[in-house]
Every structure is written in C-alpha cells, then in structure tokens.
C-alpha cells in the first residue's frame, strides 16, 4: 500500500503543467489539466480544492475560469503539496509493543520503558529526513528536469495542445 495517495501524484504532475520552459506560470483549467494528463477530472477537481485551500493555486475568473499557481513555481516545494492533498500524516504508529511481551505478564520491568521506544525513533528520523528530501525540491526544480529530458518540440506541442482545447470551447 502507498504512504501518499494517487492525488499527490496527480496534483505534483497539475501544477508542473502549470509552469511552461522558461519557469513561467501559466493559467489552465482543471477540465484541461486532466485531459493532458489522462486522470480523472472529479478526483483532480477535489485535489485542486485542496490546492487552494492550501494557498498553493487561486481560481481565476473569466471565459472558462481555471487556476494559477498562488506564488512563483521556486517557492512551492513538494512538501508543501503532499501536505495539501494528504495532510500531515505520520508514517508509523508506535503501539508500544514494548511492553506487551507475554513473559511481563502485563507488568513490563522499568528497563523495557525506560527511554524512546528504539522503533518510533528509527521511523521517525526516516520520516524526517523523507520530509526533508521532499522540502529540498520544488515544483520549478521538477519542470527543469522534466524540460532537460524533454525534446525541443515538446514545448511547442503542449503550447499547441492547450491553444487547441481552448478554441473548441
């Protein structure tokens, strides 16, 4: 089972469509953004609810209304949208096993609890320093290696897929 839902996914890969080559941001809808990206436009709606609530997005008004990005793609990290589409969650949960091995017979000697459980603090540390790694990058340093790989041609394309959408309608 994944630790972060496929709405994390979702939104990190929206808001990436929402920067162009040059690190600018652009306005898209969320119609638009789950078509290029083949996802499921009710489960990408609630993930952009999120999004806002969160102050990473703001809806924009006019001929078809869509989102921006609240703030320049370099300032929002990867945390910060783990934390709006999921939350802040913990990992693990220590159930204090510790003291519950049969032979204390439900009167576990003061050694057994005497510090941090040795299991929470290990998971802990992991999530801290998963967290860290996640603070490290931002929605702008993941467009630059998507735009590294990508060939010339491929800026142009989805310049021209989203002119496209946007005259049929």
């Known amino acids: 089972m994944a630790f972060y839902s496929s709405g994390v996914e979702y ?9 162009d080559a040059n690190g600018d941001s ?18 990408l709606a609630k993930i952009f609810t999120r999004l806002s609530r969160a102050g990473l997005v703001v809806s924009t008004e006019g001929k078809g209304g869509g989102f921006r990005l609240a703030c320049a793609s370099e300032l929002i990290t990867i945390l910060d949208i783990v934390h709006a589409i999921d939350g802040q969650k913990s990992m693990f949960e220590c159930r204090e096993i510790r003291q519950r091995l049969a032979l204390f017979d439900e009167a576990p000697p003061s050694w057994v609890c005497d510090g941090p459980c040795s299991v929470r603090s290990l998971m802990d540390s992991a999530q801290k320093r ?11 340093d993941l ?7 990508a060939p010339d041609t491929f800026t142009v394309e989805v310049k021209q897929w989203i002119s496209e959408r946007r005259s049929k309608t």
Do not use: C, W
């Open 11 to 19: 939104g990190i890969h929206s808001l990436m469509s929402m920067v």
């Open 143 to 149: 467009v630059r290696s998507m735009f590294r790989k």
């Open 26 to 43: 652009r306005e898209m809808s969320v119609r638009e953004l789950a078509e290029l990206q083949n996802v499921p436009y009710d489960y």
């Open 130 to 140: 998963m967290e860290e790694e996640l603070a490290r990058y931002t929605v702008l």
